[in-house]
């Protein structure tokens, strides 16, 4: 770990997210339990999850900061 870096490069930026959201919402389609949740269409899920991750984890943003602080 580099504590130079945002997490999100430690992790290893988007081709780790991207990898970690493909491995992951599969197993949430699959699972009896919450699988029922989700739209049959979990691409634009998967597509948030990526986009909320790489902010959570100091990326980039997808919007324009002055769309939410005014
Ligand atoms: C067992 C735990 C969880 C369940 C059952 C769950 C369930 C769901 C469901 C049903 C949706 C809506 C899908 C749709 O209809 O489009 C959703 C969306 C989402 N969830 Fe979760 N979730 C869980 C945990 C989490 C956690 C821990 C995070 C992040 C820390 C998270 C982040 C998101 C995001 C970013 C979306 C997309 C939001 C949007 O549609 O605007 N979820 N989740």
Same mark, same amino acid.
């Given at each position: 770990?580099?504590?130079?870096?945002?997490?999100?490069?430690?992790?290893?930026?988007?081709? =780790?997210?991207?990898?970690?959201?493909?491995?992951?919402?599969?197993?949430?389609?699959?699972? $009896?339990?919450?699988?029922?949740?989700?739209?049959?269409?979990?691409? $634009?899920?998967?597509?948030?999850?990526?986009?909320?991750? =790489?902010?959570?984890?100091?990326?980039?943003?997808?919007?324009?900061?002055? =769309?939410?602080?005014?």
């Amino acid at each position: 770990m580099n504590p130079n870096l945002s997490i999100y490069d430690n992790l290893g930026g988007a081709e =780790t997210l991207r990898r970690l959201v493909e491995a992951f919402y599969p197993r949430v389609v699959e699972n $009896p339990l919450i699988g029922p949740l989700f739209p049959e269409d979990i691409d $634009p899920v998967m597509e948030k999850q990526y986009m909320f991750l =790489t902010q959570f984890f100091g990326g980039h943003l997808f919007i324009p900061i002055r =769309t939410v602080i005014r």
